[in-house]
T-cell receptor, first 113, second 110 residues
Framework: EPEVTQTPSHQVTQMGQEVILRCVPI?????FYWYRQILGQKVEFLVS????????KSEIFDDQFSVERPDGSNFTLKIRSTKLEDSAMYFC???????????FGEGSWLTVV | SQQGEEDPQALSIQEGENATMNCSYK?????LQWYRQNSGRGLVHLIL?????REKHSGRLRVTLDTSKKSSSLLITASRAADTASYFC??????????FGTGTSLTVIP
């Protein structure tokens, strides 16, 4: 069964460093998403991406964050100048159409120290 | 807030029993999805139910949706120890932005 894959599975970074989280969505999907889950808390929407541009973003997704689909297969989330509170599990997801089932990857644990 | 809220927060049952989890939300939705998450793992999609549907089945899972009450329920029949996980409902407003609840932590005792 096709799946969303994410790398790295776990990354530890120093506060203030830049982090890039990578995702390969399901190949025929058109909509891509990033969510995050701080330990013990809700899964929170960050951003949705369609047709090579952001379609929606939450208030969490500020100037510190950016997304890109550089080569037609990878979908990346960049976090500039990481803060301690950015420590969370970051989930990539994709769907074939808007409003269709969203499939999630296994997540990337980010620990900022 | 649009966020779905599940109840109970925690549920512990014996293997073989049925487990029912509820989700309530605040504003009109296009569809509602249920997910399972094992500790420290990703979200596994279970069922999507659209706003014009009232009930859907998938194996041992049964989901209902009552848009007049803004609520949904997930029933797992004949539970197994492997069903132990957290269960979340996710509601959308626009189709691109889903809001997750805090989840129900289900423990199935063998």
């Amino acid at each position: 069964e096709p799946e969303v894959t994410q790398t790295p599975s776990h990354q530890v970074t120093q506060m203030g460093q830049e982090v890039i989280l990578r995702c390969v969505p399901i190949s025929n999907h058109l909509y891509f998403y990033w969510y995050r889950q701080i330990l013990g808390q809700k899964v929170e929407f960050l951003v949705s991406f369609y047709n090579n541009e952001i379609s929606e973003k939450s208030e969490i997704f500020d100037d510190q964050f950016s997304v890109e689909r550089p080569d037609g297969s990878n979908f990346t989330l960049k976090i500039r100048s990481t803060k301690l509170e950015d420590s969370a599990m970051y989930f990539c997801a994709s769907s074939s159409f808007s409003g269709n089932t969203i499939y999630f990857g296994e997540g990337s644990w980010l620990t900022v120290v | 807030s649009q966020q779905g809220e599940e109840d109970p927060q925690a549920l512990s049952i014996q293997e073989g029993e049925n487990a029912t989890m509820n989700c309530s939300y605040k504003t009109s939705i296009n569809n509602l999805q249920w997910y399972r998450q094992n500790s420290g793992r990703g979200l596994v999609h279970l069922i999507l139910i659209r706003s014009n549907e009232r009930e859907k089945h998938s194996g041992r899972l049964r989901v209902t949706l009552d848009t007049s009450k803004k609520s949904s329920s997930l029933l797992i029949t004949a539970s197994r120890a492997a069903d132990t996980a957290s269960y979340f409902c996710a509601t959308d407003l626009t189709g691109n932005q889903f809001y997750f609840g805090t989840g129900t932590s289900l423990t199935v005792i063998p």
